[in-house]
């Protein structure tokens, strides 16, 4: 949960996908096996006694948070195994569950696949242990994300919801002195920043994780999961709309085809040829300085299509306890310490906050950021917070949706062309996987 893993995840889930995902879904459910714990859901019972925790993590800080916490719990040691990335947790603990041996206690898992591992039985279901006490300490976006098919299956940890990060000087350059606030105000500063300077534009076209946060941020719900039933619909309104109006845009020729995270995306943004970053909040602490001199770059709210706030998560994950622990009573009691009080600095300490508190406190919000020439830019983060559009559900495989998604419509965002006609044809092939792998997907 620390910034440069939160960015990492953004690159290896946008671009290049979950490999891990493409192990059949459903079938997972078929090795599952719950851990042989005593059933206790006395967590401070389960704390006061010796027991060593399996902590997987992709995270640099992870073992830093376990010493901090033993101090705290002198029983409960850990036994930290990092691995490489998010994918790598994935394909190691769906490994494990259909194995029936080998899962951890404790495990970090991104939001976007919480409902992949839950179908697949891999994690535990935390209510009975008393993390549901702390769902007025989260914001609603995070907290819905940690509850999939009525379990609560993690703790929030950090979020993302999307903010503006612009390039005053190429606005400035093109006669725009003000950020936009609606997607009309965004298309006549596309058009003006790329006439004053043909190699600049003012966005790249994205890749899968930026685009189902655009859908998310203009209204679209196009995947909805009740049990094994799923429903796609890549034409609903707001999938519409924000489609319809990047296609003008892309077709207009004022989108970069860079990759994001892509050295020659880093280029771009460091000689003034790209204007501005659509991202999650965690981009705020993200190294903006990295591109530029002080005070190149704002932060701005998301613009809207109505100037009404309306925003979307991008990125994040919570911890988890996993289904095969032998000692859930005590990692849920870790999670519980985690939810709050110090506990929770440890997991802040890195990240854009998911807890109301935190995103509240003044001096969090009203810290400067040197590189926004002093802008108290937590402010942009923690409004947007407050704005993200309820309701948004991912596919039970969506880190499958998201590798494939270069086949369709990121071909299209490279080429040009038609969004809608792309986006269908991404709908054809997930009803298919989804089909394949045992949902009743559109029917």
Known sequence: ???????????????????????????????????????STDTDAALKEDVTLTWWTWSDTTQEQADAISEVYPNVTFDVVKLENPDAVVTKLQNAIKAGKGAPDIVPVEYQTMPQLTL???????????????????????????????????????????VMIYNKALYEKAGITEAPTTWDEFATASAAIHAADPEAYIANSGDAGFFTSMIWASGGQPFKTEGENVTIDLQDEGTKKFADFWS???????????????DEWTKALTQD?????????????????????????????????DGQPA???NG??????????EN???????????????GRALL??????????????????????????????????????????????????????????????????????????????WQDTLVEYGNEQGFSVNK
């Open 273 to 305: 040829k790209l204007a501005t970053l659509l991202m999650g909040s965690w981009m705020i602490s993200g190294g903006m300085e990295d591109y530029g001199p002080a005070g190149r770059f704002q932060v701005a709210p998301m613009p809207t299509w």
């Open 120 to 162: 697949g039985g891999a994690l535990a279901d935390l209510e009975p242990y008393g993390l549901a006490e702390y769902e007025d300490a989260f914001t609603a976006s995070t907290w819905n994300s940690v509850n999939v098919q009525d379990q609560l299956v993690g703790l929030p940890g950090d979020s993302g919801p999307m």
């Open 248 to 262: 003008d845009r892309l077709n207009a020729g004022e989108l970069s085809g860079l990759a994001t995270w892509s």
């Open 316 to 325: 994040g994950s919570g911890l988890s306890v996993t289904s095969q622990s």
């Open 328 to 342: 859930k009573a005590a990692a849920a009691g870790i999670l519980k310490y985690l939810a709050e009080g110090d």
């Open 348 to 425: 802040n300490a890195n990240g854009f906050p998911s807890t109301i508190a935190d995103l509240e406190n003044p001096e969090w919000l009203d810290a400067p950021f040197p590189g926004y020439s002093d802008q108290p830019a937590n402010q942009v983060g923690a409004a947007s917070a407050e704005s993200v559009i309820t309701g948004w559900q991912y596919l039970p495989y969506q880190g499958y949706a998201n590798n494939v998604f270069s086949d369709s419509v990121g071909k299209a965002l490279g080429s040009g062309g038609d969004l809608n006609e792309a986006l269908l044809a």
């Open 1 to 39: 949960m620390e910034q440069i893993t939160t960015r990492r995840w953004a690159r290896l889930g946008a671009v290049v996908g979950t490999g891990a995902l493409l192990v059949g879904v459903l079938a997972g459910c078929s090795g599952a096996a719950p851990g042989a714990d005593s059933g």
């Open 311 to 313: 925003s979307a998560e």
